[in-house]
Every structure is written in C-alpha cells, then in structure tokens.
C-alpha cells in the first residue's frame, strides 16, 4: 500500500510539473487543466496543484471556480503566499478590490527570505489596486515601501510606472480639496454685519 501511494504521488506530481509547464511556457490553458485535474484526483488537497488549478480556470474565464479553488488552498495553507496573490487577481477581476488589497497585504505579511521573488509583482498589483480605489497617497506609501525590498531594476520599473502618476493624482486631489474648502467670498461680501 505504501508503495502504491508514493507510485500516485509520484504520478502527481509528474502532472503537476507538465500541467505548469503547458500553462507557463506554452499557454496551453487547456492542455494544463486536463493535467491538473489529473494531479488533483490522486492528490485533492495538494495546494500547489489548487493554486495552479485557480490560476488556469481563472486565465479561462472561469473566475468563481478559480476563487473556490484558492480558497480551498488557503483552508488548508493559510501561510501560502501564492494562494493569496492569486486570489487577489481574481477578486480584482470580480470588482472586489478592497478584498483584492487585503489579499495583498496578506500575502505581504507571509513573504519569507525564499519567496522574495513574489514581492515586484505583489507591490505592482498593491499599487494598481489603491489607485482603483482612488487612495493615492497608501499607493506612494507602498510605493515608498518597496524601496526597502527591491533590487534595482525591479524598483525602477516601479517608480517609472508610478512615481509621477501618483504625484499628478495627489497633487489634482489636494486642488480639488483646497477648492472646496475656500469660502466664497463673492457671497459674503454684501453681507454686514450685525
């Protein structure tokens, strides 16, 4: 019995490398959820292949099965950064982006020293999901973050993208604001006193 389940675990996981491979390298959307769904049937409650299976019925259009995927991966991984960035992508999608950001911040909270390489895309989406939310002053603050975490060229591509974007935004708001704020004085001016 024992050998038996390694030979299925091993089948698993052969699945799950080529499923990856086909939706990565190849977007054979298809061809890889054929193979994860293999992988998930010898093994239901791998949360690699769950993540991998959101992220392909997600890339199909597939979104509430995508989130009922990731979900299940985050019951039973609750420290698995990855589940998390995916399933902010599809709350995005859903016009859920106040739960898209907590994902986010989530996922930030889980990053170790080995996952560093999720921070680049998890500060971009953080960034694009507080400017759909019209809160652009936490997005130069995230952005300001991510000068403590990110390698040179990745930052670059953040503050290029960025920098001057929310400064534009931050400075057509304070306008805005300072506009509403100022009395009318054309109003008052016929006005004496008591």
Known sequence: MQL???????????????AGDLFIYHSD????LELVEKALETEPNDTRALVLYGDILFCLNRDGEAL??????????????EAYISKAGVL?????????LQCCRQALQLINRSKQYLLPSLFDQQIILLIRLKRFREAQQVLEKANDYLEDEDLDYLMSSYKSLLEQFCQKRAQAQAKTIKPNLSIVQGVTPL
């Open 4 to 18: 038996l389940k390694k030979v299925l675990n091993f089948s698993a996981e052969r699945y799950l490398k080529t």
């Open 29 to 32: 959307y298809h061809g890889a």
């Open 68 to 81: 009922k995927a990731l979900n299940k991966a985050i019951g039973l991984n609750p420290q698995m950064a």
């Open 92 to 100: 995005e999608v859903m016009g859920k982006c106040r739960e898209a």
